[in-house]
């Protein structure tokens, strides 16, 4: 069984009931995502299929896993307390009423729904960088992990207005006054939530866990790759 580090403080974390909720919604939307992949498979949906599996997987499950991940370890790891419960328990609503509103959009085709929801979404993610963020905030200067952390919460915020841009622009032409296409706006979106909010989070967590799990520590070049990977 792999011991808890001594500079971790378990007694600062969340209760359990907030990250456990934000775990069983995320499971919830990677059952529904897997229906509608294996309906889109067969051709049995409608609609802009691929876009609701998309974001059931990646916005569902993964990053709101990431989210209860993050309220719940940020002040065990941290040492400090969680700014605010009940912002943690509002970006879990926003962000479940957001992504169901969205799917059902893209499922039926009613366009029209997107800006509403994604702008929900939008502002789950903003909750969720606001209150971690300030977390963190108290814990400076930050250790590997916990700059990790802030960055991926930095390319949360970034990534989401990007989001809400493409759903504008399918009832309305926002890019005709941009001087970028579509194409190159979804290749960002993209990009900055699989490699920056994503996997920047899973790095910074490796950076605590393998040690945990692993009862060993960087050592010698292992710093050298680290900083590199940074």
């Known amino acids: 069984m792999a011991a808890v580090p001594d500079d971790v403080d ?3 974390q969340p209760p359990l009931s907030i990250p456990l909720r934000h775990f069983v919604v995320a499971l919830a939307f990677l059952l529904a995502g897997g229906v509608v992949g294996v309906a889109d498979g067969l051709g049995l949906v409608t609609g802009f299929a691929r876009a609701a599996h998309l974001h059931l997987v990646l916005v569902g499950f993964v990053c709101l896993t990431i989210a209860g991940a993050m309220t719940q370890f940020v002040p065990v790891w ?6 605010s419960h009940r912002l943690a328990r509002v970006q879990l609503w926003l962000l479940a009423v957001g992504l169901t509103g969205m799917v059902g959009g893209f499922l039926t085709a ?5 800006p509403v929801f994604g702008a929900l979404v939008l502002a789950g ?3 969720l960088a606001y209150n971690v963020g300030r977390t963190l905030a108290a814990a400076r200067p930050f250790d590997v992990t916990e700059g990790h952390f ?5 390319f949360f915020v970034v990534l989401t207005p990007l989001g809400l ?5 399918f009832v309305a032409r926002p890019f ?5 296409a579509r194409g190159g706006v979804v290749a960002a979106h993209a990009t900055l939530a699989v490699f920056g909010a994503v996997l920047t989070t899973v790095y910074g967590a490796l950076y605590q866990l393998v040690p945990m799990f692993g009862q060993t520590e960087l050592r ?3 710093h050298w790759f680290r900083r590199v990977e940074t």
Request: negative net charge; without cysteine; glycine residues 12%.
């Open 78 to 83: 941290s040492g400090t307390h969680l700014h």
């Open 110 to 114: 009613r366009l029209a729904a997107l």
């Open 176 to 180: 005709a006054a941009l001087p970028v």
């Open 10 to 12: 378990t007694d600062t």
């Open 125 to 127: 993610f903003w909750t």
């Open 150 to 154: 802030a960055a991926a919460l930095g």
């Open 165 to 169: 841009l493409l759903a504008v622009g």
């Open 220 to 222: 010698g070049v292992d």
